[in-house]
């Protein structure tokens, strides 16, 4: 499983996907090691936030450093990351049990940028 692991992560960042997903995220929600997710909200775009990828463990800390890297703003935040990891797939829309949750960081994150910091 490991190894399978290895290999599809391989294959992410060999043919770009991963990096485009991350650079199209509004925000990528993390717990501290071993969780990522991506999730991009565009007003008037699309509908809910949507799952755009989640990696684990080495994935998760490679989604971050992407991320980091191309100005995406990470915000930690545990029972969410590990919440949306259990409940969807990358291109699900959030479900909504996590509509507040995510409302609550897709705003301060926006605020952040307003103010010219990020999150």
Known sequence: EVKQRRREMHRE???GSLAGKVAKSSVVVRNP???AVCLRY???ETPLPQ???YGRDALALHIVSLAEKQGIPVVENVPLARALLAST???DYIPEPLFAAVA????LVMDA???G???
């Open 13 to 15: 960042v060999q043919s």
């Open 33 to 35: 090691t071993h969780i």
């Open 42 to 44: 565009e007003e008037g």
């Open 51 to 53: 799952v755009l990828e």
């Open 89 to 91: 797939r990358p291109g």
């Open 104 to 107: 609550q960081v897709l705003s």
């Open 113 to 115: 940028m307003e103010d």
């Open 117 to 119: 910091d990020e999150a």
